[in-house]
Every structure is written in C-alpha cells, then in structure tokens.
C-alpha cells in the first residue's frame, strides 16, 4: 500500500452530520456488520459505533485476515463471542469468509426471520449495515458479497459514495455507511497504529518514530520473525538501535558508516504493510487505546 493512505479531513460538522445519518439509517436495517482491520482491531474502530448500534443485532468482522496473525484473530473473536456478539475472521481480497459471513447473519437474525414470517412477511430480506472507517476494506467486502459490478472500490476512502442499498440475495440487503466513519482522535497509539498498517498517511507522523514504535511491538510479540527476516540473533534494548541494526543488515549506511534510518525506517513499514515479515497484529485483546 502506498498511495492509497486516507487523506481525509475529518471535521467536527463532518463527524456530526455523519452520526445522525447513521443514527437516522439504522432504523431502517436489521443489524450492523462493523468491518475492523484485524492487524488493528481496536484503532480500527469508530469509537461511536457501540452508541450508535444500541441494542440492534451487531456481527464484527474481521478483515484483511490474510495480513493478521491467526492466533490473534482466533483470540479476538472468542472475546467477541464471549461477549455475545458474532464475529468472524474475513478476507476481502480472496474472498475466504466472505460465504460464512452470509451464513453467520441468517443465524444471528433467525430471530427477525421468524418474526417476519409469523407477521406474513416471509419473502422480505434481511437488511444489514455495513460500517468501518476508511480503508478496513469496507468497498472490497462488498465487492466480494454483491460482485464487482455493483460496487467499486475507490482509491480514496469517502470521497465518492454516497447512501447505497446493495442485494445480495433474495435474503439479504446491505446498506453501505451513510457518510465517513472516524477513528479515535484522541488516542496517540491509535493514530500510530493506523498509520504503522498504511491506513492513515504516515507524512503526517514522524517516520522513524512510527518504525521505533512497530519494533516495540515486534520486540513483544514476533521476535522470531524479525530475527528470521532480517538476520539478527538479538535486537538492542533499545528502539533505535534495533532500527540502526535492520538498517545496517540492509546496508543502509551513508556517508561516515552511519545508518541512514529514515530509509530503514521506511523499509521496515514498507515490508510490515506488504506482510514480508509475517502474519502481524499490533493490537491483542489486552490493549487498551
Ligand atoms: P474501504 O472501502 O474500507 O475504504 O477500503 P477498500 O475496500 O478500498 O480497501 C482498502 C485497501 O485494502 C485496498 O488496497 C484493498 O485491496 C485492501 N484490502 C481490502 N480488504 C483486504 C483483505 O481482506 N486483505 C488484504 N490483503 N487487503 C485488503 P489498495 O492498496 O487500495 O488497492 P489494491 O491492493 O487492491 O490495488
């Protein structure tokens, strides 16, 4: 992912108007399928999304699991489950889930079936919203549901589309988020995670220090992966010269045989964002924005 980094401004009017029209729309639908970023399942979140869904029937799903870690993923949708709302693991590019999600919505809406059955309705379809922010890959699991036709994928997040009802089948229609969803502003480590995975421009941020930041996490949690990768047995203590070391394995050295860190720091993001050093989650169930 390279130029595909939402550049989106998001205003307070923005935000307010997007809310009500969401808060407005969800009346009309019988659940809501929240899209996350399984790499990122908490700051790929809209925070407002658990208030504005209220007590209509909610399914997570986790997308880009091809990117994830699996074990993260699994443990991600037990939390969910235990916490009793439907979750699966999705892969929008393959299409892997993309069937299941069909099934898993029937099931968790048998419920509105039979109601609609007992009030002679037995022909109506299910009808689902589908939210994330931009860039979970919200238009590619449409594209996926309903097929490429009847929905395109566009390069930059929100600027195109507008209220759009999507017929999957004769059981179920999807309603696509009226407006643009929001991360968590306020948090310092979700803009860092968003912009570690490629979701929101990294210009923005200071590259070395989001590098520092994704090697804290591999550090934790993917050593072997890193060591694999780039050919280290240990990794410093410190954040920045385990950045030196990368880049000094990659012959990223400038004049004076310092290491040009900016150019590994970008390597490292570049190769993480491309799944060359592995199935990666940044964030478990544990974390907290
Ligand atoms: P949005 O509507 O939520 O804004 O997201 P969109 O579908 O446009 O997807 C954003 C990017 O994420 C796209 O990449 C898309 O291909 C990729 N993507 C979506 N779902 C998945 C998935 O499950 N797995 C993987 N690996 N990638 C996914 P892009 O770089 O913009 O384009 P391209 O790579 O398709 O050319």
């Known amino acids: 992912m390279t130029d595909n980094n939402v550049n989106i401004n998001w205003f307070p009017g923005h935000m307010t108007k997007a809310k009500r029209k969401i808060a407005d729309q969800i009346k009309l639908v019988d659940a809501v399928a929240e899209i996350v970023d399984a790499r990122i399942p908490v700051s790929s979140r809209n925070p407002d999304i658990p208030e504005l869904i209220g007590d209509k029937p909610h399914i997570v799903l986790f997308n880009k699991c091809d990117m994830a870690d699996p074990e993260k993923t699994a443990e991600w949708i037990s939390f969910y489950k235990n916490n009793g709302i439907p ?75 507008g209220n759009q009802w999507f017929t999957v089948d004769s059981e179920l229609e999807l309603l696509d988020t009226p407006g643009v969803l929001w991360p968590k502003f306020d948090s310092q480590s979700v803009g860092e995670h968003l912009a570690i995975t490629g979701a929101i421009a990294d210009r923005i941020l200071d590259t070395e220090l989001l590098a520092m930041r994704l090697i804290e996490i591999l550090k934790a949690d993917y050593f072997q992966l890193v060591a694999a990768r780039y050919g280290l047995s240990v990794l410093p203590d410190d954040n920045y010269d385990a950045l030196c070391a990368i880049g000094k394995k990659r012959g990223m050295i400038i004049r004076g045989g310092e290491v040009d860190t900016l150019r590994a720091a970008n390597m490292l993001l570049e190769e993480l964002r491309n799944c060359k050093i592995g199935k990666i989650t940044l964030e478990g169930v544990n974390f907290s924005a």
């Open 87 to 161: 979750s699966i693991a999705v892969d929008s590019k393959s299409g892997k889930g993309v069937a299941e999600f069909k099934s898993l919505a029937k099931n968790t809406l048998a419920d509105t079936l039979k109601k609609y059955k007992e009030k002679g309705m037995s022909g109506k379809a299910l009808r689902i919203m589908v939210v994330g922010i931009p860039n979970v890959g919200k238009s590619s699991f449409i594209n996926q549901l309903v097929g490429k036709a009847k929905a395109k994928v566009e390069n930059r997040p929100g600027v195109t589309r």
